[in-house]
T-cell receptor, first 109, second 115 residues
Framework: DAKTTQPTSMDCAEGRAANLPCNHSTISGNEYVYWYRQIHSQGPQYIIHGLKNNETNEMASLIITEDRKSSTLILPHATLRDTAVYYCIVLGGSEKLVFGKGTKLTVNP | EPEVTQTPSHQVTQMGQEVILRCVPISNHLYFYWYRQILGQKVEFLVSFYNNEISEKSEIFDDQFSVERPDGSNFTLKIRSTKLEDSAMYFC?????????????FGNGTRLTVT
């Protein structure tokens, strides 16, 4: 079962930052926080992952709280093409990636 | 950027028939996976494969399913005798390492329709 809690849905205006929260209060020291997204029925797309430190790449930023019990994915300038289901997943060791229901993000014009 | 490719994009088959879904993982990746997603439901893990053997499988992955890496590039999922409930999107994924600091990269899936 998924070890994370995410809001079911969120809305964001095009051009604004989208901040997607995730709670993972039972995360252990060697587990990573991963974010994926799924647009329509396409394959899940890897976005970013992190362990303790904040991470940034060309797609997004990941902010992990100091106690690691929650994180936020930031899409700095959301576009209509960012409308998707976003999955926050905790993964460690040789565990398999387990998808929950995610957050359906709708970017509005 | 390297990507996972899957063929066919859509497969229609009759109940009881065998199907083979094909995947070409990213070339330097060592771990391979199949997931599926029934319409409107979560993405579910089926099986992971490393060093030419199954490393983990889910309850869904029963005797009707098998996986194979027949050569250095392809990774296949075979369903021996399809059932209506096998209708789903099937996603192949690969990763360089099979642990926490190695992202899985997914293909765009094969939509399997069993009639």
């Amino acid at each position: 079962d998924a070890k994370t809690t995410q809001p079911t849905s969120m809305d964001c205006a095009e051009g604004r930052a989208a901040n997607l929260p995730c709670n993972h209060s039972t995360i252990s020291g060697n587990e990573y926080v991963y974010w994926y997204r799924q647009i329509h029925s396409q394959g899940p797309q890897y976005i970013i992952h992190g362990l303790k430190n904040n991470e940034t790449n060309e797609m997004a930023s990941l902010i992990i709280t100091e106690d690691r019990k929650s994180s936020t994915l930031i899409l700095p300038h959301a576009t209509l093409r960012d409308t998707a289901v976003y999955y926050c997943i905790v993964l460690g060791g040789s565990e398999k990636l387990v998808f929950g229901k995610g957050t359906k993000l709708t970017v509005n014009p | 950027e390297p990507e996972v490719t899957q063929t066919p994009s859509h497969q229609v088959t009759q109940m009881g028939q065998e199907v083979i879904l094909r995947c070409v993982p990213i070339s330097n990746h060592l771990y391979f996976y199949w997931y599926r997603q029934i319409l409107g439901q979560k993405v579910e893990f089926l099986v992971s494969f490393y060093n030419n053997e199954i490393s983990e499988k889910s309850e869904i992955f029963d005797d009707q399913f098998s996986v194979e890496r027949p050569d250095g590039s392809n990774f296949t999922l075979k369903i021996r005798s399809t059932k209506l409930e096998d209708s789903a999107m099937y996603f192949c994924a690969s990763s360089y390492r099979g642990w926490g600091n190695s992202p899985l990269h997914f293909g765009n899936g094969t939509r399997l329709t069993v009639t």
